[in-house]
Protein backbone atom coordinates (compact mmCIF):
# COMPACT_ATOMS: atom_id res chain seq x y z
CA UNK A 1 0.00 0.00 0.00
CA UNK A 2 0.92 3.46 -0.82
CA UNK A 3 1.74 6.15 1.85
CA UNK A 4 -0.13 8.64 -0.26
CA UNK A 5 -3.04 6.49 -1.78
CA UNK A 6 -5.85 9.51 -0.11
CA UNK A 7 -4.05 11.99 -3.06
CA UNK A 8 -5.74 10.16 -5.28
CA UNK A 9 -8.78 11.25 -3.96
CA UNK A 10 -8.11 14.59 -2.98
CA UNK A 11 -8.81 16.45 0.52
CA UNK A 12 -11.72 18.19 1.55
CA UNK A 13 -13.77 19.05 4.60
CA UNK A 14 -17.00 18.77 5.81
CA UNK A 15 -18.59 20.97 8.41
CA UNK A 16 -21.89 20.16 10.04
CA UNK A 17 -24.55 22.24 10.87
CA UNK A 18 -26.60 20.27 13.27
CA UNK A 19 -30.00 22.39 13.42
CA UNK A 20 -33.50 22.08 11.61
CA UNK A 21 -36.46 23.79 12.00
CA UNK A 22 -38.41 20.68 12.92
CA UNK A 23 -37.03 17.13 12.10
CA UNK A 24 -38.62 14.74 9.13
CA UNK A 25 -39.66 11.78 9.36
CA UNK A 26 -37.86 9.47 7.22
CA UNK A 27 -34.32 11.26 8.09
CA UNK A 28 -31.69 9.63 9.92
CA UNK A 29 -29.12 12.22 9.59
CA UNK A 30 -27.82 14.03 12.82
CA UNK A 31 -30.13 16.84 13.25
CA UNK A 32 -32.01 18.35 16.40
CA UNK A 33 -34.75 21.11 16.72
CA UNK A 34 -33.83 23.70 19.36
CA UNK A 35 -35.75 26.89 20.38
CA UNK A 36 -32.83 28.91 20.39
CA UNK A 37 -29.36 29.14 19.15
CA UNK A 38 -26.49 31.30 20.36
CA UNK A 39 -24.45 31.79 16.90
CA UNK A 40 -21.65 33.21 18.91
CA UNK A 41 -20.65 29.49 20.76
CA UNK A 42 -20.77 27.71 17.49
CA UNK A 43 -18.61 30.55 15.69
CA UNK A 44 -15.78 30.19 18.43
CA UNK A 45 -15.96 26.34 18.81
CA UNK A 46 -16.18 26.06 14.81
CA UNK A 47 -12.94 28.35 14.65
CA UNK A 48 -11.24 26.32 17.34
CA UNK A 49 -11.55 23.09 15.56
CA UNK A 50 -10.40 24.18 12.58
CA UNK A 51 -6.96 25.68 14.37
CA UNK A 52 -7.34 21.95 15.98
CA UNK A 53 -7.55 20.15 12.48
CA UNK A 54 -4.62 22.32 10.94
CA UNK A 55 -1.91 21.52 13.33
CA UNK A 56 -2.17 17.85 11.37
CA UNK A 57 -2.97 19.26 8.02
CA UNK A 58 -2.07 22.42 7.67
CA UNK A 59 -0.74 23.33 3.89
CA UNK A 60 -3.22 20.55 2.28
CA UNK A 61 -4.49 22.05 -0.50
CA UNK A 62 -8.36 22.06 -0.26
CA UNK A 63 -10.60 20.46 -3.27
CA UNK A 64 -13.96 21.21 -1.39
CA UNK A 65 -15.60 22.60 1.79
CA UNK A 66 -19.34 21.75 2.43
CA UNK A 67 -21.31 23.09 4.46
CA UNK A 68 -23.96 19.89 5.78
CA UNK A 69 -26.21 19.53 8.03
CA UNK A 70 -29.35 19.29 9.61
CA UNK A 71 -30.09 23.03 8.05
CA UNK A 72 -27.01 25.02 7.36
CA UNK A 73 -28.99 27.81 5.51
CA UNK A 74 -30.28 28.75 8.78
CA UNK A 75 -26.52 30.07 9.72
CA UNK A 76 -25.85 33.32 9.88
CA UNK A 77 -23.82 34.24 6.33
CA UNK A 78 -21.41 35.89 9.11
CA UNK A 79 -20.84 32.66 10.64
CA UNK A 80 -20.51 31.09 7.31
CA UNK A 81 -18.11 33.75 6.07
CA UNK A 82 -15.91 33.79 9.35
CA UNK A 83 -15.64 30.01 8.62
CA UNK A 84 -14.08 29.87 4.86
CA UNK A 85 -11.61 32.95 6.16
CA UNK A 86 -10.11 30.61 8.97
CA UNK A 87 -9.56 28.05 6.63
CA UNK A 88 -8.87 29.56 4.25
CA UNK A 89 -5.56 31.15 6.74
CA UNK A 90 -5.11 27.27 7.47
CA UNK A 91 -5.18 25.54 4.04
CA UNK A 92 -4.80 26.41 -0.03
CA UNK A 93 -7.72 25.80 -2.25
CA UNK A 94 -7.14 24.58 -5.63
CA UNK A 95 -8.02 27.24 -8.08
CA UNK A 96 -11.65 25.64 -8.75
CA UNK A 97 -12.10 25.24 -5.08
CA UNK A 98 -15.93 23.91 -4.85
CA UNK A 99 -18.03 25.86 -1.92
CA UNK A 100 -21.28 24.25 -1.44
CA UNK A 101 -23.86 24.77 1.16
CA UNK A 102 -27.46 22.65 1.75
CA UNK A 103 -30.46 24.74 2.09
CA UNK A 104 -34.02 24.29 2.45
CA UNK A 105 -36.61 25.91 0.67
CA UNK A 106 -38.05 27.36 4.02
CA UNK A 107 -35.21 28.72 4.57
CA UNK A 108 -35.23 30.99 1.95
CA UNK A 109 -34.68 34.88 1.38
CA UNK A 110 -32.58 36.52 -1.32
CA UNK A 111 -30.73 38.21 1.14
CA UNK A 112 -29.67 35.44 2.97
CA UNK A 113 -28.19 33.94 -0.58
CA UNK A 114 -26.64 37.22 -1.60
CA UNK A 115 -24.83 36.76 1.90
CA UNK A 116 -24.05 33.58 1.47
CA UNK A 117 -22.91 34.36 -1.75
CA UNK A 118 -20.80 37.30 -0.60
CA UNK A 119 -19.22 35.15 1.80
CA UNK A 120 -18.18 32.86 -0.81
CA UNK A 121 -19.97 29.67 -1.14
CA UNK A 122 -20.22 29.03 -4.85
CA UNK A 123 -22.77 26.09 -5.12
CA UNK A 124 -25.85 25.45 -3.37
CA UNK A 125 -27.51 22.25 -2.82
CA UNK A 126 -31.32 22.84 -2.34
CA UNK A 127 -33.76 20.11 -0.50
CA UNK A 128 -36.64 20.24 -2.68
CA UNK A 129 -37.68 16.26 -2.12
CA UNK A 130 -40.81 16.58 -3.66
CA UNK A 131 -42.77 19.01 -6.40
CA UNK A 132 -46.23 17.43 -5.09
CA UNK A 133 -47.88 19.29 -2.07
CA UNK A 134 -49.63 16.22 -0.74
CA UNK A 135 -46.10 14.21 -0.78
CA UNK A 136 -44.34 17.41 1.14
CA UNK A 137 -46.87 17.22 4.16
CA UNK A 138 -46.61 13.23 3.67
CA UNK A 139 -42.82 13.72 4.29
CA UNK A 140 -42.92 16.56 6.85
CA UNK A 141 -41.67 18.95 4.94
CA UNK A 142 -42.05 22.96 5.73
CA UNK A 143 -42.74 23.94 2.58
CA UNK A 144 -44.96 23.58 -0.56
CA UNK A 145 -44.24 22.99 -4.46
CA UNK A 146 -44.04 26.56 -5.85
CA UNK A 147 -41.97 27.37 -2.93
CA UNK A 148 -39.45 25.07 -3.63
CA UNK A 149 -39.63 25.75 -7.10
CA UNK A 150 -39.37 29.29 -6.45
CA UNK A 151 -35.98 28.73 -3.86
CA UNK A 152 -34.55 26.79 -6.95
CA UNK A 153 -34.89 29.86 -9.33
CA UNK A 154 -33.69 31.41 -6.99
CA UNK A 155 -30.11 30.15 -6.39
CA UNK A 156 -29.67 29.78 -10.07
CA UNK A 157 -30.04 33.27 -10.22
CA UNK A 158 -27.47 33.57 -6.95
CA UNK A 159 -25.04 31.18 -7.41
CA UNK A 160 -22.85 29.69 -10.27
CA UNK A 161 -23.48 26.25 -9.58
CA UNK A 162 -26.59 24.37 -7.72
CA UNK A 163 -28.16 21.23 -7.43
CA UNK A 164 -31.40 19.71 -5.57
CA UNK A 165 -32.76 16.23 -4.22
CA UNK A 166 -35.38 15.02 -4.65
CA UNK A 167 -37.09 11.51 -3.35
CA UNK A 168 -39.04 8.77 -5.58
CA UNK A 169 -40.69 5.87 -4.84
CA UNK A 170 -42.96 7.60 -1.95
CA UNK A 171 -45.96 6.51 -0.67
CA UNK A 172 -48.67 5.68 -3.61
CA UNK A 173 -46.65 7.65 -5.95
CA UNK A 174 -46.78 6.20 -9.45
CA UNK A 175 -43.96 5.58 -11.94
CA UNK A 176 -46.07 7.96 -14.27
CA UNK A 177 -46.41 10.56 -11.74
CA UNK A 178 -42.40 10.43 -10.79
CA UNK A 179 -41.68 10.85 -14.80
CA UNK A 180 -44.21 13.62 -15.04
CA UNK A 181 -42.41 15.16 -12.08
CA UNK A 182 -39.13 14.86 -12.95
CA UNK A 183 -39.54 16.24 -16.20
CA UNK A 184 -41.19 19.36 -14.85
CA UNK A 185 -37.50 19.66 -13.04
CA UNK A 186 -35.89 18.71 -15.95
CA UNK A 187 -37.35 21.57 -17.93
CA UNK A 188 -36.07 24.30 -15.79
CA UNK A 189 -32.26 23.27 -16.96
CA UNK A 190 -30.39 22.20 -13.72
CA UNK A 191 -26.84 20.85 -13.96
CA UNK A 192 -26.98 19.03 -11.56
CA UNK A 193 -29.23 16.66 -9.53
CA UNK A 194 -29.52 13.78 -6.35
CA UNK A 195 -32.57 11.97 -6.83
CA UNK A 196 -32.99 9.38 -4.07
CA UNK A 197 -35.25 6.18 -3.95
CA UNK A 198 -37.07 6.68 -0.17
CA UNK A 199 -35.62 4.56 2.57
CA UNK A 200 -36.82 3.61 5.75
CA UNK A 201 -34.23 4.00 8.61
CA UNK A 202 -34.54 2.38 11.81
CA UNK A 203 -34.60 5.44 14.52
CA UNK A 204 -37.00 7.61 12.61
CA UNK A 205 -40.37 7.92 12.50
CA UNK A 206 -41.11 6.61 9.33
CA UNK A 207 -39.41 3.50 10.41
CA UNK A 208 -41.81 2.77 13.42
CA UNK A 209 -44.72 3.82 11.16
CA UNK A 210 -43.51 0.96 8.79
CA UNK A 211 -43.21 -1.70 12.03
CA UNK A 212 -46.42 -0.92 12.97
CA UNK A 213 -47.93 -1.37 9.58
CA UNK A 214 -48.95 2.48 9.03
CA UNK A 215 -46.88 3.64 6.29
CA UNK A 216 -49.37 1.94 3.42
CA UNK A 217 -48.22 2.58 -0.53
CA UNK A 218 -44.71 1.84 -0.10
CA UNK A 219 -43.85 0.51 -4.12
CA UNK A 220 -42.78 -2.74 -4.00
CA UNK A 221 -39.12 -3.73 -5.23
CA UNK A 222 -40.24 -4.00 -9.24
CA UNK A 223 -41.90 -0.62 -9.12
CA UNK A 224 -38.88 1.11 -7.29
CA UNK A 225 -36.44 -0.36 -9.94
CA UNK A 226 -38.82 0.74 -12.66
CA UNK A 227 -38.39 4.13 -11.37
CA UNK A 228 -34.61 4.50 -10.99
CA UNK A 229 -33.98 3.13 -14.65
CA UNK A 230 -36.21 5.58 -15.91
CA UNK A 231 -34.82 8.24 -13.91
CA UNK A 232 -31.56 7.78 -15.73
CA UNK A 233 -33.08 7.36 -18.90
CA UNK A 234 -35.01 11.00 -18.32
CA UNK A 235 -31.68 12.72 -17.21
CA UNK A 236 -29.66 11.08 -19.66
CA UNK A 237 -31.73 12.39 -22.21
CA UNK A 238 -31.66 16.08 -21.22
CA UNK A 239 -27.79 15.78 -20.89
CA UNK A 240 -27.70 14.68 -17.26
CA UNK A 241 -25.56 11.71 -17.19
CA UNK A 242 -25.60 9.22 -14.18
CA UNK A 243 -21.88 9.52 -12.97
CA UNK A 244 -23.07 7.83 -9.48
CA UNK A 245 -25.59 5.71 -8.27
CA UNK A 246 -27.91 8.25 -7.01
CA UNK A 247 -26.67 11.36 -8.95
CA UNK A 248 -26.74 12.91 -12.35
CA UNK A 249 -24.79 16.16 -13.69
CA UNK A 250 -23.85 18.04 -16.86
CA UNK A 251 -20.35 17.26 -18.11
CA UNK A 252 -18.13 19.60 -15.90
CA UNK A 253 -20.96 19.54 -12.87
CA UNK A 254 -20.41 16.95 -10.96
CA UNK A 255 -19.97 16.95 -7.43
CA UNK A 256 -16.53 17.56 -6.17
CA UNK A 257 -17.01 17.39 -2.83
CA UNK A 258 -18.91 13.59 -3.33
CA UNK A 259 -15.98 12.41 -5.49
CA UNK A 260 -13.62 12.88 -2.68
CA UNK A 261 -15.46 10.43 -0.63
CA UNK A 262 -15.94 7.88 -3.67
CA UNK A 263 -12.46 8.51 -4.85
CA UNK A 264 -11.40 7.73 -1.13
CA UNK A 265 -9.58 10.74 -0.33
CA UNK A 266 -9.08 12.45 2.81
CA UNK A 267 -11.78 14.42 4.44
CA UNK A 268 -11.70 16.29 8.00
CA UNK A 269 -15.23 16.34 9.68
CA UNK A 270 -16.09 19.60 11.80
CA UNK A 271 -19.11 19.78 14.14
CA UNK A 272 -21.43 16.98 16.32
CA UNK A 273 -21.78 13.79 14.60
CA UNK A 274 -19.71 14.37 11.84
CA UNK A 275 -16.78 11.53 10.36
CA UNK A 276 -13.84 12.15 8.46
CA UNK A 277 -10.86 10.24 6.94
CA UNK A 278 -7.65 11.29 7.78
CA UNK A 279 -4.34 9.75 6.83
CA UNK A 280 -1.07 10.97 8.91
CA UNK A 281 2.30 9.33 8.14
CA UNK A 282 1.08 6.40 6.54
CA UNK A 283 -1.59 5.57 8.81
CA UNK A 284 -5.05 6.31 7.65
CA UNK A 285 -7.63 7.04 10.54
CA UNK A 286 -11.90 6.82 10.58
CA UNK A 287 -12.71 10.66 12.69
CA UNK A 288 -15.97 10.63 14.54
CA UNK A 289 -17.18 13.08 16.40
CA UNK A 290 -19.91 13.48 19.56
CA UNK A 291 -23.21 13.50 18.03
CA UNK A 292 -25.29 16.07 20.86
CA UNK A 293 -24.83 19.74 19.85
CA UNK A 294 -24.45 20.55 23.67
CA UNK A 295 -22.14 17.87 24.18
CA UNK A 296 -20.07 18.55 21.37
CA UNK A 297 -20.04 22.04 22.25
CA UNK A 298 -18.64 21.50 25.90
CA UNK A 299 -15.81 19.20 24.89
CA UNK A 300 -14.09 21.96 22.38
CA UNK A 301 -15.02 24.19 25.20
CA UNK A 302 -13.13 22.04 28.34
CA UNK A 303 -11.48 19.75 26.05
CA UNK A 304 -9.93 21.45 23.21
CA UNK A 305 -11.85 18.98 21.01
CA UNK A 306 -15.12 17.87 19.47
CA UNK A 307 -13.48 14.14 18.32
CA UNK A 308 -14.05 10.97 19.71
CA UNK A 309 -11.05 8.27 19.87
CA UNK A 310 -9.91 7.97 16.26
CA UNK A 311 -10.27 4.46 14.87
CA UNK A 312 -7.17 2.87 12.67
CA UNK A 313 -8.08 1.90 9.44
CA UNK A 314 -6.36 -1.50 8.37
CA UNK A 315 -5.51 -1.90 4.87
CA UNK A 316 -7.95 -4.69 3.93
CA UNK A 317 -10.45 -2.46 5.40
CA UNK A 318 -9.65 0.46 3.65
CA UNK A 319 -9.83 -1.89 0.27
CA UNK A 320 -13.63 -3.03 1.30
CA UNK A 321 -14.18 0.83 1.71
CA UNK A 322 -12.56 1.95 -1.72
CA UNK A 323 -14.35 -1.05 -3.62
CA UNK A 324 -17.95 -0.31 -2.09
CA UNK A 325 -17.37 3.95 -3.13
CA UNK A 326 -15.69 3.36 -6.13
CA UNK A 327 -18.05 1.01 -7.67
CA UNK A 328 -21.17 3.25 -7.03
CA UNK A 329 -19.21 5.88 -9.66
CA UNK A 330 -19.52 5.57 -13.42
CA UNK A 331 -16.05 5.65 -13.71
CA UNK A 332 -15.70 2.49 -11.98
CA UNK A 333 -12.47 0.70 -9.67
CA UNK A 334 -9.51 1.23 -10.61
CA UNK A 335 -7.95 -2.91 -10.32
CA UNK A 336 -4.49 -2.16 -9.49
CA UNK A 337 -5.71 0.44 -6.19
CA UNK A 338 -7.83 -1.95 -4.72
CA UNK A 339 -4.61 -4.60 -4.93
CA UNK A 340 -2.72 -2.24 -3.38
CA UNK A 341 -4.55 -1.62 -1.06
CA UNK A 342 -5.58 -4.98 -0.83
CA UNK A 343 -2.85 -6.90 -1.29
CA UNK A 344 -4.70 -9.65 -3.31
CA UNK A 345 -6.97 -10.18 -5.91
CA UNK A 346 -10.74 -9.43 -6.70
CA UNK A 347 -12.26 -12.54 -5.92
CA UNK A 348 -11.62 -14.07 -9.64
CA UNK A 349 -15.04 -16.45 -9.62
CA UNK A 350 -17.40 -13.39 -8.77
CA UNK A 351 -15.22 -11.21 -11.41
CA UNK A 352 -16.17 -14.50 -14.19
CA UNK A 353 -19.80 -14.23 -12.71
CA UNK A 354 -20.93 -10.57 -12.80
CA UNK A 355 -18.81 -10.13 -16.18
CA UNK A 356 -20.60 -13.13 -17.59
CA UNK A 357 -24.09 -11.89 -16.27
CA UNK A 358 -23.54 -7.99 -17.97
CA UNK A 359 -23.65 -6.80 -14.23
CA UNK A 360 -20.05 -5.87 -14.48
CA UNK A 361 -17.76 -4.29 -17.29
CA UNK A 362 -14.15 -4.02 -17.81
CA UNK A 363 -11.88 -1.50 -19.29
CA UNK A 364 -8.11 -2.37 -19.21
CA UNK A 365 -7.34 -1.79 -15.26
CA UNK A 366 -10.94 0.09 -14.74
CA UNK A 367 -13.99 -2.42 -13.54
CA UNK A 368 -17.57 -0.83 -13.28
CA UNK A 369 -21.38 -1.72 -13.12
CA UNK A 370 -23.67 -1.82 -15.49
CA UNK A 371 -26.99 -0.07 -15.20
CA UNK A 372 -28.46 -3.55 -14.11
CA UNK A 373 -25.19 -4.18 -11.91
CA UNK A 374 -26.17 -0.58 -10.17
CA UNK A 375 -29.39 -2.27 -8.57
CA UNK A 376 -27.40 -5.02 -7.17
CA UNK A 377 -24.34 -3.06 -6.10
CA UNK A 378 -24.47 -4.96 -2.84
CA UNK A 379 -24.22 -8.10 -3.67
CA UNK A 380 -21.70 -7.23 -5.92
CA UNK A 381 -19.25 -5.91 -3.52
CA UNK A 382 -19.75 -8.67 -1.12
CA UNK A 383 -19.05 -11.24 -3.58
CA UNK A 384 -15.73 -9.43 -4.98
CA UNK A 385 -14.39 -8.83 -1.83
CA UNK A 386 -15.32 -12.21 -0.37
Given amino acids: MKHDDWQDGGFALYLHWPFCKAKCPYCDFNSHVRDGIDQTDWHTAYLAELDRAATETGGRILRSVFFGGGTPSLMDPGLVGAVLDRIAR ?106 YQLTIEDGTA ?17 LAADMYLATGQLCGDAGLSAYEVSNYAAEGAE ?23 LTLDGTRFATSTLRTPEAWLRAVRETGTGEQPREVLQPVDQADEYLMMSLRL ?33 DGDRLCTTDAGRLLLNRLVLDLSA
Avoid at 97 to 104: G, K, P, S
Avoid at 206 to 222: N, Q, R, V
Avoid at 255 to 277: E, F, K, Q, T
Fill in 90 to 195: HWRFENDVEITLEANPTSVEADRFRGYRAAGVNRLSIGLQALSDDDLRRLGRQHLAHEALAAFDLARATFPRVSADLIYARQDQTLAAWQAELRGLLARGPDHLSL
Fill in 206 to 222: FGALHKAGKLPGLPDED
Fill in 255 to 277: SRHNLVYWRMGDYLGIGPGAHGR
Fill in 330 to 362: AEGTEIGRYQALSGSDLNPGALEAGLAAGLLRR
